[in-house]
C-alpha cells in the first residue's frame, strides 16, 4: 500500500493521537462537517490493555448525540441490565461483606435525569466503535514527530512506521496524544501535580469456571478486602475473562497467576492474558493551548481511575473543542471563541484529579481487617464496622452523578451569568430525549411566541449562525450550545448569541 497518498498535504484540523479522545474530536468535527486527519501510531485497538471499563451517562449522552450509543450498548459483553453494584468480599469464593448499589449512573435508565445511563464496556471497543466513525479521517501506522506555529496555520511533521516523513499544514491542531504528549512539548506546556506512591498491577487472565463458582452474583467490582491480597476483581465478558488490579504490588515482586488466586481464595485454574504496572498520577497541564495548538485528554490532564472519570473527562474535551473549532472555521464565531476552552474545561479536569485522588485515599488495603479473615463469629464481629467504613469512604467513588452530569460552565464569560449547566433533561414522548430535539449546533428552546425567540432568530440569522428552534408552549426562552449545556435563558436576549460565540472579547 501506498501510505504516503493516504495523506493530504492540509486539513483544517489535525488530531495528534487517535486514542479514544483523538477519535472522539474528529467525530465532533464531523457532526459539524468539518474535515480532520487523526494521526495514529497503532494499527489495531488495544485489547488486552482494557484501561478505562466505565463509559459514563454523560459520556453515553455524547454518544448518543453521534448516534453511536446504540451501537456501544449493543457491543459492550455486559449489559446495562446485568448489574449496577460493588460487591465487598473476603475473596472472590469467600464472604460478602456489604455492597453499594446505582454505581456510576448505571440504572439511570429511563431516568429524567439522563438521556442515557452509564455503560461498563471496555475502553478499546469503545475505540473500535470509535475507529469505524472516523474511518474517513483515521491514518494508522503514523506519528507526529514535531510542529511549528505561526500566525497562519501549523505545519506538522508526521512520520510513518516505515520511516517515511511528510509534512501536513493544518489551521489547527488537537493534541490528544496522551501522557507523553509531543504536543505537550511542543507548544511549551508543562504537567504540574504529584504522583501515588503505592504500586499498582492490573492483570487480565482467563479463569474458566470461575463465575460459576462465585457465591456473589453479578457485580461490576469485587473489592477484595483481604489484607493479604487486597484488590479489585471485574468481568471483562460473560464467558471466562476478568480484569484486577492488585494494590501495593510492585512488578518486579509480582506473581501473577499467584495474586489471581489469592483474589480468588482457592487455587482455580488462571490463564494470564496480560499484565500491567502503573501507578496513579494527579497531573494537569499548566496551559491547555497556545493560539492554534489545543491540549485534550490525557495529553492535558491524568487521575486516578477511581470513579472511572479519565477518560470521559476526555470526551467531555474533544466535545467542547470540536464545536469551538467547527464554529471558526465554517466563519460563524471569532477566533476568540477558542480561549474559552482552557476556561472551560481546566477547572473540570482540576475538580476531577480533586475527586479521584480523594477516591484514592481508601482503597481495599486500607478497609481490609485481619479479622474479616477469621472463623464466623470474629467475621460478623467485625463487619458491621468494616461495612460502614465502605459505605462512608466509597459512596462518592460509586455515586458521582454530581461530577458526572452536574459540571457547568458557570462564570465563562461565553455564558449568560445564571447559565453554564448541562440542560436540564427529560423525555417529551416515550423513547424521545429532549436532547434528541436539538440541532447539531445552536438551540432555541421555550414557547417561541414570546418576543424575544424573534430577536434570537434575528441575531443567528446576521451572524450566519445554524439555530435549531424547539417550540416548548408556556416554556422560558433557553439558548443551548452544541454541547447540550444553557448559554443563556431569559426575556431580553439582546447579546446573547454574540456572547456565546465569544464576540466582544
Ligand atoms: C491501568 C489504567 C486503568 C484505567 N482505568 C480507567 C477507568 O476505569 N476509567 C477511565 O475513565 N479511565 C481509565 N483510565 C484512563 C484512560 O485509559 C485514559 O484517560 C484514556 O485512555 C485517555 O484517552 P486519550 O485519548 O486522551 O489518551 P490515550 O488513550 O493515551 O491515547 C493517546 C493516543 O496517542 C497516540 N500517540 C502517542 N504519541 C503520539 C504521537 N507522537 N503522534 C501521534 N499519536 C501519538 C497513542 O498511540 C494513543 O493511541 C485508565 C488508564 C490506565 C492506564
Known amino acids: 500500500m501506498d501510505l504516503v497518498a493516504q495523506v493530504p498535504d492540509s486539513v483544517p484540523v489535525l488530531i495528534a493521537g487517535g486514542g479514544p ?21 497503532r494499527e489495531s485497538v488495544s485489547w488486552l490493555r482494557p484501561r478505562a471499563k466505565t463509559t459514563s451517562a454523560r459520556s453515553m449522552e455524547l454518544l448518543r448525540r453521534w448516534g453511536l450509543a446504540e451501537t456501544v450498548r449493543a457491543r459492550a ?18 464472604r460478602e461483606i456489604t ?12 431516568s429524567d435525569l439522563a438521556a442515557e445511563p452509564g455503560q461498563q464496556v471496555p475502553q478499546p471497543l469503545v475505540e473500535e466503535v470509535l475507529r469505524e466513525a472516523a474511518a474517513d479521517a483515521l491514518r494508522t501506522g503514523w506519528e507526529v514527530a514535531g510542529l511549528r506555529e505561526d500566525p497562519d496555520g501549523v505545519s506538522v511533521r508526521i512520520v510513518s512506521a516505515g520511516g517515511e516523513e511528510r509534512e501536513v499544514r493544518a489551521q489547527y491542531v488537537v493534541g490528544c496524544d496522551g ?18 506512591a ?31 491480597q487486597p484488590g479489585l476483581v471485574g468481568r471483562l465478558d460473560l464467558k471466562e475473562t476478568w480484569w484486577c488490579i492488585a494494590q501495593g504490588v510492585r512488578a518486579e515482586d509480582a506473581d501473577p497467576v499467584r495474586l489471581v488466586r489469592n483474589l480468588a481464595g482457592a487455587d482455580i485454574e488462571v490463564e494470564i492474558l ?17 493560539e492554534r495548538v489545543f491540549l485534550a485528554g490525557d495529553a492535558a490532564h491524568q487521575n486516578p481511575p477511581y470513579g472511572g472519570h479519565g ?20 466563519g460563524w464565531a471569532p477566533a476568540t471563541l477558542l480561549a474559552s476552552y482552557e476556561t472551560e474545561r481546566r477547572p473540570i479536569a482540576a475538580d476531577t484529579i480533586e475527586a479521584a485522588a480523594a477516591n484514592m485515599a481508601t482503597l481495599a488495603p486500607e478497609l481490609a481487617d485481619p479479622a474479616l479473615m477469621g472463623d464466623e463469629a470474629a467475621f460478623e464481629r467485625v463487619r458491621p464496622a468494616v461495612a460502614e467504613a465502605v459505605l462512608r469512604t466509597k459512596d462518592s467513588e460509586f455515586h458521582s452523578l454530581d461530577l458526572v452530569l452536574g459540571y457547568t460552565y458557570a462564570g465563562s464569560p461565553i455564558v449568560a451569568p445564571d447559565a453554564g449547566e448541562r440542560l436540564p433533561h427529560r423525555w417529551p414522548a416515550p423513547g424521545e430525549s429532549l436532547y434528541d430535539r436539538l440541532g447539531p449546533d445552536f438551540s432555541l428552546l421555550g414557547d417561541l411566541s414570546l418576543p424575544g425567540a424573534g430577536v434570537l432568530v434575528e441575531q443567528a ?6 439555530l435549531r428552534t424547539v417550540d416548548l408552549p408556556g416554556e422560558p426562552l433557553t439558548l443551548v450550545r452544541p454541547d447540550q449545556h444553557v448559554a443563556w435563558r431569559g426575556d431580553d436576549p439582546s447579546g446573547a448569541l454574540r456572547q456565546a460565540l465569544g464576540h466582544d472579547r
Open 311 to 330: 477518560f470521559n473527562t476526555g470526551i467531555g474535551d474533544a466535545v467542547n473543542i470540536g464545536w469551538k473549532l467547527a464554529a471558526v472555521l465554517h
Open 274 to 290: 496480560a499484565t500491567d504496572p502503573w501507578t496513579a498520577r494527579m497531573l494537569l497541564a499548566d496551559r491547555y493551548s497556545s
Open 461 to 466: 440569522r446576521e451572524l450566519g449562525v445554524p
Open 198 to 228: 503505592r504500586p499498582n498491577f492490573n492483570i487480565v487472565f482467563r479463569a474458566p469456571g470461575l463465575a460459576e463458582r462465585m457465591p456473589h452474583g453479578p457485580a461490576v467490582h469485587y473489592w477484595v478486602l483481604n489484607p493479604a
Open 77 to 94: 459483553p455486559l449489559a446495562v441490565s446485568w448489574s449496577d453494584e460493588a460487591v465487598f468480599v473476603t475473596s472472590l469464593l469467600g
Open 99 to 110: 455492597r453499594i448499589g446505582g454505581c456510576f449512573g448505571l440504572d439511570l435508565v429511563g
Open 21 to 41: 479522545v483523538g477519535l472522539a474530536t474528529a467525530v465532533e468535527l464531523a457532526h459539524h462537517g468539518v474535515r480532520s486527519l487523526v494521526v495514529e501510531p
Open 179 to 196: 501522557p507523553r504528549s509531543v504536543t505537550r512539548a511542543a507548544i511549551g506546556a508543562r504537567y504540574e501535580g504529584r504522583q501515588d
